[in-house]
């Protein structure tokens, strides 16, 4: 990821702990905060300081290892592996995290667990990033033959929420093959989904695009079928919290939609993801438990002002705030793997 000019990783290991970009204050401000014990680590990914399904399971894993360098007892263990796992309910990637870490350690002796289970939690952040620039060169392979239909144009390409590097170790999913093509020279432009209520699309994604300089233009949520009505959008490409057995995609709200306005308009709608987004052993979307966030969320808006930060009401009535859909796989055009490219299940 490029971040301020200079290549780096959203999470990385610090003498005390570990060391996340505070997304909330993004991109008003680039803060990086330390995190040193489970309890950081849960509050982080409850409240949303870092968030995006691989990086939770990335910080949820390390706090892992910070609760067994504090107690490496089973029962310590175990009310740590709870406290994280409670964090958030929908991305897989929390629990298939929580659980290579625990399976790493669970035959050791205690005074080995720590250490083990932060090489484990190390070893699943490279692997991360290997996953997403894997999952880069298969999309870009896609997005060549797109663009090569229309080479007198650069290609379009509609994204939803933020599956990029802020959501993963380094890459991203949705926004791999992206920051590949334009690094490969490919005229790559991204209409960014806004992705209200909490604006990861306005917010971060464009964030992101910036810094790496792609082009890119944010548009309102409504915005994206009236686009692909006007043939201005050649792919859509997201990201997900988890991908079912089925082939059913839990994503943030809104991503259904999407695929409706794509399968009515012929235009291709492609998830990006990582096996350890995949969650065989749950059968279809309509078993994934959907996170419903504090309507805070959706009546009040937060941005810099004048004077300082300002929060604004939006509404004054009640609001109700379902954090994300399920698009079903008959919608899907294809999966973007590690592996390559696969087709509808
Ligand atoms: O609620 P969030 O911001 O954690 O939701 C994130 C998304 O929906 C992402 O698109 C998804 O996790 C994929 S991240 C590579």
Request: charged share 20%; glycine share 8%.
């Amino acid at each position: 990821m490029i971040l301020e000019g200079a290549h780096t990783r959203s999470i990385c290991r610090t003498e005390a702990g570990i060391r996340i970009l505070d997304q909330r204050q993004l991109p008003w401000e680039v803060r990086w905060v330390e995190l040193r014990s489970a309890e950081e680590a849960a509050t982080a990914i409850r409240e949303m300081w870092t968030r995006g399904a691989p990086m939770i399971g990335a910080t949820a894993a390390y706090g892992l290892a910070m609760a067994l360098a504090e107690d490496a007892s089973d029962a310590g263990m175990d009310g740590a592996y709870r406290l994280l796992i409670e964090t958030r309910p929908t991305a897989i990637n929390l629990r298939w995290a929580l659980d290579t870490v625990r399976n790493a350690v669970a035959e050791l002796p205690a005074s080995e667990r720590a250490a083990t289970a932060f090489v484990r939690a190390d070893a699943i952040c490279d692997e991360d990033a290997a996953l997403c620039c894997a999952i880069g060169e298969h999309g870009l392979a896609l997005l060549r033959d797109l663009h090569a239909q229309h080479p007198d144009r650069p290609l379009n390409i509609l994204t939803h929420c933020n599956a990029g590097w802020l959501a993963t170790v380094d890459y991203g999913t949705a926004t791999a093959p992206i920051y590949l093509a334009h690094d490969a020279g490919l005229p790559v432009h991204v209409w960014v989904d806004e992705t209200r209520p909490r604006n990861q699309g306005a917010l971060l994604t464009a964030f992101e695009l910036r810094n790496h300089g792609v082009p890119h233009t944010v548009i309102a949520d409504n915005a994206g079928g009236l686009l692909m009505m006007q043939g201005k959008v050649d792919a859509v490409i997201v990201g997900t919290d988890r991908v079912t057995a089925n082939g059913d995609v839990c994503n943030k709200i809104g991503t259904y939609l999407k695929a409706l306005a794509a399968a009515d308009n012929g235009v291709p709608f492609y998830v990006a993801l990582p096996y350890t987004t995949f969650d065989p052993s749950t059968a279809t979307g309509a078993d994934v438990p959907i996170e419903e966030r504090s309507a805070d969320e959706l009546t009040q808006l937060r941005g810099p002002s004048e004077s300082g930060f300002a929060t604004v009401r939006v509404t004054n009535s009640p609001a109700a705030n379902p954090a994300f859909d399920v698009t079903p796989a008959r919608l899907v055009t294809g999966y973007i793997t590690e592996r390559g490219v696969l087709d509808r299940v």
